[in-house]
């Protein structure tokens, strides 16, 4: 099969890019030919604010580019990743010109969000969600901080709300978890094109040996990934557990001077991959506290793998990804004292404990190996095919 896949890359390596490589990684190894369309959002830096704007909201280089792509390459299949903002939907028509079905993955909620979170001020916010226009977004600048810049992803979600393009132009949404399908029905597209197929780890190093002894982060250093309420919680461990935190962002400064005040937590910034799979390989447990609805939970994943335990909050996709008192546990969201009660217990009973390890690594065999995550997408693609012709 020829199958193109079209990603806008971030200023920030994250994991969503990783989720690309591995699934093109994937589509090669099993035979099929991968035609790439990349671009980056270092095309920004210099680009007037109109220009931006203007092609969040119809990309004519994009258009052109993959027009160009269909006719040399004749894809079955056009599976975009993230369009925002220098692919933009003009993509989607691109391809219908030219008979090429549309895959869509979400990765995150910007079709229903101006800042692709659903939360804003330290809590859940659902204002704009099922809205036409998302006003309210606009209003509080909710990309950016910025009214021009939150108001160039408002007009490009409006416009083509208003133009059918989400809900005809589409062949078919992939959520990652059942929690963000949902979302994206309340959010207005239509449900009978949003199937589930969740994002996977290869290579899989294997379980670790898990002898470190301490708690492990993994991500972004922000307010909504929960930062504040894993340093509260280590303030009220009543076991000297040590924590390793790794990542960078906005929160940096906070997290240096936790690390300062307290002589368990030890904060390593960013690190290379090889370098995070070996930390993991050694973790007792992973936290992951965040505030906000997230549409996966890539690193918990990548704990399965190496037999990690994992603490989440109780809400969004990590609810789905962590089975309670089976895989780990899950703690009420923004609440340090739930969450240090559920470390310490979690590493109270060793014979459990064990349990608990085994468990979570016959997750990741079951549900995020590569051979079954392909057969998920060949699925997928196959239902996509049968689909009958959509008018150009």
């Known amino acids: 099969m020829n199958i193109l896949l079209a990603h806008n890359f971030y200023l920030q390596p994250g994991g969503e890019d990783e989720c690309v490589a591995a699934e093109a990684a994937m589509l090669k190894a099993n035979g099929h030919n991968v035609i790439r369309y990349d671009v980056h959002n270092e095309e920004t830096a210099t680009m007037p604010y109109f220009n931006l704007a203007a092609r969040t909201l119809w990309s004519k ?16 299949i056009a599976h975009f990743h993230n369009i ?31 800042n692709a979170l659903l939360y804003r001020d330290g809590f859940v916010c659902e204002d704009c969600l099922g809205r036409s226009v998302g006003w309210s977004g606009l209003a509080r600048r909710c990309y950016r901080g910025s009214f021009a810049a939150s108001g160039g992803i408002t007009a490009m979600t ?5 133009m059918g393009t989400w ?17 994206l029905i309340e959010g207005g597209l239509p449900a009978e094109r949003i199937a589930v197929k969740s994002n996977f780890v290869h290579p899989d190093s294997g379980p670790g040996p898990g002898r470190g002894g301490y708690g492990l982060f993994v991500g972004r250093l922000s307010v909504e990934k929960g930062l504040e309420t894993l340093i509260g919680a280590w303030r009220q461990l009543r076991s000297p557990v040590p924590l390793k935190i ?4 906005p929160l940096s400064g906070v997290v240096r001077a936790a690390c300062a005040r307290n002589p368990l937590i030890e904060w390593l910034g960013r690190q290379p991959r090889d370098e995070v799979d070996r930390l993991m390989g050694d973790a007792a447990v992973l936290i992951q506290p965040s505030q906000c609805y997230e549409t996966f939970g890539r690193v918990i994943v990548e704990g399965y793998a190496r037999g990690i335990p994992v603490i989440a909050s109780r809400h969004g996709a990590m609810a789905e990804l962590v089975s309670d008192g089976r895989t780990g546990f899950l703690f009420t969201p923004g609440d340090a004292g739930d969450l240090a009660s559920k470390v310490e217990v979690l590493l109270s009973d060793q014979s459990r404990y064990q349990t608990f390890r085994r ?4 997750e990741f065999t079951r549900r995020f190996a590569r051979e079954a995550n392909y057969r998920a997408l060949m699925s997928l693609y196959d239902r996509v095919l049968q689909l009958p012709a959509t008018p150009k």
């Not at 280089?61 to 894809?75: K, Q, W």
């Not at 409006?158 to 208003?162: D, N, P, S, Y």
């Open 61 to 76: 280089v994009a258009y052109r580019d993959l027009t160009e792509l269909f006719r040399i390459h004749r894809p079955q």
């Open 84 to 114: 925002f903002p220098l692919i933009s939907p003009s993509a989607y028509y691109a391809a219908r010109r030219q008979s090429v079905r549309v895959v869509q993955t979400v990765h995150n909620f910007r079709l229903l969000c101006a």
């Open 158 to 162: 409006a416009v083509h709300r208003a």
């Open 167 to 183: 809900a005809r132009s589409v062949d078919m949404y992939i959520a990652l978890t059942e929690f963000a399908r949902l979302k």
């Open 246 to 249: 790794v990542g960078d962002g």
């Open 359 to 362: 468990c979570a690594r016959s």
